[in-house]
């Protein structure tokens, strides 16, 4: 172990004599030799103080000799268990609320206000969203459980759409989010079930609607149509897709105008809730 005589300045060191010198200095190294050897494994900033003080996010500790040495910042604190816990209570509330809505098809005034405020509880739960931190959270491919805008009866949500219902000719089934970080493609995926007449079975389908999406926000996303394509499956799965090209802008109605955006409030690893342009509610989960 190094002499005090080469850590610290001679001042601290010396005495008026000599003799009295080396005394007072061999005395201080045999008090000072076990707490310096405990603290040889860690990074040691010395900071000249007359009193001990306190650093942000940092340690100090204060030696005989009145040098202050400040620690390390300790690691980040991790969500206490008792937050998670509640996180996860109030996702299985949001789920147990919409389970049997059929995606918000069978919604009515008052199923939407229990899944609004269940939702609302679980977004002020999780905090704010940062996509830019947690982009990767997004990957995957996401299944829908609710949308507040089905209840207009509509595949178009609070926006024009084809009909849907029992004894109408388009069934919609599940809906899916397809969502790559990397290349940035985000389609909508939807399936469906087409009516036909009697005896002619039911002609079952997937339509894809394809976009390209970019952050407009820490938590907000635009989407930008580009096609839609229409595979058969079932007994018809044989035959090649369709695509159908998004229509140029001179003959693109008004309430299609091919893009629009929506808020990421509530991400984690299995569970995401989007707030859409016109207000529509939505709950995912990882398929």
């Known amino acids: 172990m190094a002499s005090l005589s080469s850590l610290y300045p001679p001042s601290l060191c010396s005495c008026s004599s000599s003799g009295s ?39 100090v500790l204060r030696s005989a000799l009145e040098d202050t040495y ?5 690691p980040p604190a991790l969500p206490s268990a008792s937050s998670a816990e509640r996180i996860d209570c109030l996702k299985l509330k949001l789920l147990g609320v919409v389970s049997g809505l059929n995606r918000g098809l069978a919604a009515t005034e008052d199923d939407l206000k229990k899944a609004e405020a269940a939702a609302k509880e679980l977004e002020d739960a999780g905090g704010l969203v940062d996509l830019a ?37 388009v069934t919609l089934g599940q809906v899916f989010q397809r969502i790559d970080v990397v290349s940035r493609d985000f389609d909508n995926i939807a399936e469906l079930q087409l009516g036909a007449p009697w005896p002619l079975p039911p002609v079952d389908l997937t339509a894809t609607l394809a976009h390209k999406f970019e952050l407009i926000g820490s938590a907000k996303i635009k989407i930008n149509f580009e096609k839609t394509t229409v595979k058969t499956t079932g007994n018809l799965k044989q035959l090649p897709p369709l695509d159908i090209p998004k229509l140029p802008e001179a003959l693109r109605p008004p309430s299609s105008p091919g893009s629009g955006d929506f808020e990421v409030t509530f991400l984690d690893g299995d569970t995401r809730i989007t707030r859409g342009d016109r207000g529509e509610l939505r709950v995912f989960v990882v398929s």
């Open 21 to 59: 010198s080396i005394h007072a200095r061999n005395s201080i190294e045999s008090r000072l030799a076990p707490s310096l050897s405990r603290h040889t494994n860690h990074r040691l900033l010395a900071v000249s103080s007359c009193r001990p003080r306190r650093t942000r996010g940092s340690f």
């Open 70 to 74: 400040v620690l390390e910042p300790p």
């Open 133 to 169: 931190c947690d982009l990767d959270k997004l990957q995957g491919r996401w299944k829908l459980l609710y949308s507040s805008a089905f209840s207009s009866r509509t595949l178009g949500g609070s926006r024009p759409g084809i009909p849907t219902g029992r004894l109408l000719p």
